[in-house]
């Protein structure tokens, strides 16, 4: 079976811009998460997807974050507009409702100017 | 709110020898699930180990096993015969089983370095 997979793997944005960052989760898989890392803040939950319904949606990040889920096998994670301090690397990754483990795909670096 | 603490910032041991990682857990859920998962240089994020909260046995998987102690809201990870390659970040994370999300809580994470 092929795991998440997330493109682009790298984006470089001006500040102002908006970028779009997409994933597709292991199929099958109902349970969808984007999470962003920094060395200093770690692992932060952005967004939570169950069967396309939005389940959790990051406080902190709601004005300029938005991730949707097209459809079951699709997500995408827009920043708008973004900014120097977005500079991170994003994580999507699933997981089967009642499998509990978390299958991330490889992630996407992006650093904004 | 569920937290997850994992106090070493970074061990650093000589391949073929034996390494434990520690992390200790709050959660007012009575029964919950405790993961591990591995984080390469690559960044890539790999699920290694799980341990349900309800079961005595210590989760066991290839070389990782777990050190589970409910009393203490302990999970530690031993990772025996130790190979280069197991050189990365380690988080511990958890989730309760009675809760309509599956959203996890993770620790900080600690490096790990393997030497030659």
């Known amino acids: 079976d092929a795991g998440v997979t997330q493109t682009p793997r790298h984006e470089v944005a001006e500040k102002g811009q908006t970028i779009i960052l997409k994933c597709e989760p292991v199929?099958?898989?109902?349970?969808l998460f984007w999470y962003r890392q920094t060395k200093i803040q770690g692992l932060e939950l952005l967004s939570y997807?169950?069967?396309?319904?939005?389940?959790?949606d990051g406080g902190a990040f709601k004005d300029r974050f938005k991730a949707e889920m097209l459809n079951s096998s699709f997500s995408t994670l827009k920043i708008q507009p973004t900014e120097p301090k977005d500079s991170a690397v994003y994580l999507c990754?699933?997981?089967?409702?009642?499998?509990?483990?978390?299958?991330f795909g490889p992630g996407t670096r992006l650093t904004v100017l | 709110a569920q937290k997850v603490t994992q106090t070493q910032t970074s061990i650093s041991v000589v391949e073929k020898t034996t390494v434990t990682m520690d992390c200790v857990y709050e959660?007012?859920?009575?029964?919950?699930?405790l993961f591990w998962y591995k984080q390469t240089a690559s960044g890539e994020i790999v699920f290694l180990i799980r341990?349900?909260?309800?079961?005595?046995e210590n989760a066991t998987v290839g070389h990782y096993s777990l050190n589970f102690q409910k009393p203490k809201s302990s999970i530690g990870l031993i990772i025996t015969a130790t190979q280069i390659e197991d050189s990365a970040v380690y988080f511990c994370?958890?989730?309760?089983?009675?809760?309509?999300?599956?959203?996890?809580?993770f620790g900080d994470g600690t490096v790990l370095t393997v030497k030659p």
């Open positions: 990754a699933s997981s089967l409702e009642g499998s509990y483990e978390q299958y």
């Open positions: 199929s099958g898989h109902n349970d």
């Open positions: 997807f169950r069967s396309k319904s939005l389940m959790e």
């Open positions: 959660t007012r859920d009575s029964s919950y699930f």
């Open positions: 341990q349900d909260s309800y079961k005595k």
């Open positions: 994370a958890m989730r309760g089983i009675n809760t309509n999300t599956g959203k996890l809580t």
